[in-house]
């Protein structure tokens, strides 16, 4: 079903067929430049979309960054309309698994598309979430066919559906999702990772599990050595306009604090909405560029969703 949705995007640049530094065409098919060594640009160093529906203000924003130290942006994020509001998706390839630049998009892709269907067609939220996070699993897990071992590509999983005055969130992994507004900002979902194991068995206080060179060692992934998984759910319903984020880690490990997120995200004193400052592009810009800021050490991914969802825009007949 299509719910009129416009994703409006763009990309760095469109992939050449000649190298760009040497000018050969010897560019074989993992981007190397087999004359020069020379690694192409993917067109997914950095990407912006903005969701628009029928005359509306933006519904959401999304941009993913390659960041400052990374030769690759393994992270991806997909965005989509429904019929009462909007969802999104944020993947973030384990850099450790190759492939997992594609396990991303795999991800992130099959995943909204999944949502779309399922709540359009009158699913619940919650039950369609699930669907999608277990969809994407298997198109993930699907593409180390033929590896040794049966290992392959891996990402993380984070996603949220904000519809008919609630918000539904599932993840898998350390990408995180956030309610930001003026009355009061938290996180939506907890992670999947060594420190919080640790401090959830009491084995440390979470100043010292953070501290940890094992911190951030995940315990939930999507990936055919994952095994069987069972995604995350949570859901609530506002008391009144916000934002809801999800990002990969490459912003949360710099910027943890929901309330300095909120800052960012949210501009003037507590004004929110689509009039302000950009919309959600403008709140997902100021976030990545803070991340960036603070040494953009790994790829950021923002997506930035409205709640409520803007009414459309009443136009005078025959206009």
Same mark, same amino acid.
């Given at each position: 079903?299509?719910? /009129?949705?416009?994703?409006?995007?763009?990309?760095?640049?469109?992939?050449?067929?000649?190298?760009?530094?040497?000018?050969? +065409?010897?560019?074989?098919?993992?981007? @190397?430049?087999?004359?020069?060594?020379? #690694?192409? $640009?993917?067109?997914?160093?950095?990407?912006?979309?903005?969701?628009?529906?029928? /005359? #509306?203000?933006?519904?959401?924003?999304?941009?993913?960054?390659?960041?400052?130290?990374?030769?690759?942006?393994?992270?991806?994020?997909?965005?989509?309309?429904?019929?009462?509001?909007?969802?999104?998706?944020?993947?973030?390839?384990?850099?450790?698994? $190759? /492939?997992?630049?594609?396990?991303?998009?795999?991800?992130?892709?099959?995943?909204?598309?999944? %949502?779309?269907?399922?709540?359009?067609?009158?699913?619940?939220?919650?039950?369609?979430?699930?669907?999608?996070?277990?969809?994407?699993?298997?198109?993930?897990?699907?593409?180390?066919?033929?590896?040794?071992?049966?290992?392959?590509?891996?990402?993380? @999983?984070?996603?949220?559906?904000?519809?008919?005055?609630?918000?539904?969130?599932? +993840?898998?992994?350390?990408?995180?999702?956030?309610?930001?507004?003026?009355?009061?900002?938290?996180?939506?979902? #907890?992670?999947?990772?060594?420190?919080?194991?640790?401090?959830?068995? /009491?084995?440390?206080?979470?100043?010292?599990?953070?501290?940890?060179?094992?911190?951030?060692?995940?315990?939930? +992934?999507?990936?055919?050595?994952?095994?069987?998984?069972? $995604?995350? %759910?949570?859901? @609530?319903?506002?008391?009144?306009?916000?934002?809801?984020?999800?990002?990969?880690?490459?912003?949360?490990?710099?910027?943890?604090?929901?309330?300095?997120?909120?800052?960012?995200?949210?501009?003037?004193?507590?004004?929110?909405?689509?009039?302000?400052?950009?919309?959600?592009?403008?709140?997902?810009?100021? %976030?990545?560029?803070?991340?960036?800021?603070?040494?953009?050490?790994?790829?950021?991914?923002?997506?930035?969703?409205? @709640?409520?969802?803007?009414?459309?825009?009443?136009?005078?007949?025959? #206009?």
């Amino acid at each position: 079903m299509d719910p /009129g949705g416009a994703v409006r995007g763009s990309t760095a640049r469109d992939r050449d067929a000649a190298c760009g530094d040497c000018g050969s +065409w010897a560019v074989a098919a993992d981007g @190397f430049c087999e004359a020069c060594g020379l #690694r192409q $640009p993917s067109g997914h160093e950095h990407v912006e979309a903005e969701l628009v529906v029928d /005359g #509306r203000s933006a519904l959401g924003a999304g941009i993913s960054d390659l960041g400052l130290r990374r030769s690759r942006n393994e992270d991806a994020f997909a965005l989509a309309a429904l019929p009462h509001g909007a969802c999104g998706v944020v993947c973030d390839g384990v850099a450790t698994a $190759p /492939g997992s630049e594609e396990a991303a998009r795999a991800a992130a892709q099959t995943a909204s598309a999944v %949502l779309l269907d399922r709540i359009a067609a009158g699913a619940d939220p919650g039950e369609a979430t699930r669907e999608a996070a277990e969809q994407a699993g298997r198109a993930v897990a699907a593409l180390a066919d033929g590896a040794p071992g049966g290992s392959g590509p891996a990402c993380t @999983f984070v996603s949220a559906v904000v519809a008919a005055g609630r918000v539904t969130v599932g +993840w898998l992994g350390d990408s995180r999702a956030y309610w930001l507004s003026p009355s009061g900002s938290f996180p939506l979902t #907890r992670d999947d990772s060594w420190a919080v194991r640790a401090v959830a068995r /009491g084995e440390l206080s979470a100043e010292a599990a953070w501290a940890d060179r094992r911190a951030h060692l995940l315990t939930a +992934w999507m990936g055919a050595d994952a095994g069987a998984f069972d $995604p995350h %759910l949570a859901s @609530f319903e506002p008391s009144g306009p916000g934002l809801v984020l999800i990002c990969s880690d490459g912003l949360w490990n710099r910027l943890p604090d929901a309330a300095a997120l909120a800052s960012l995200a949210l501009p003037g004193r507590g004004a929110c909405g689509p009039e302000a400052a950009g919309g959600p592009m403008g709140a997902a810009r100021r %976030l990545l560029g803070a991340a960036l800021d603070a040494g953009g050490h790994d790829n950021v991914t923002v997506v930035v969703i409205e @709640f409520p969802p803007p009414e459309p825009t009443t136009r005078e007949p025959g #206009r």
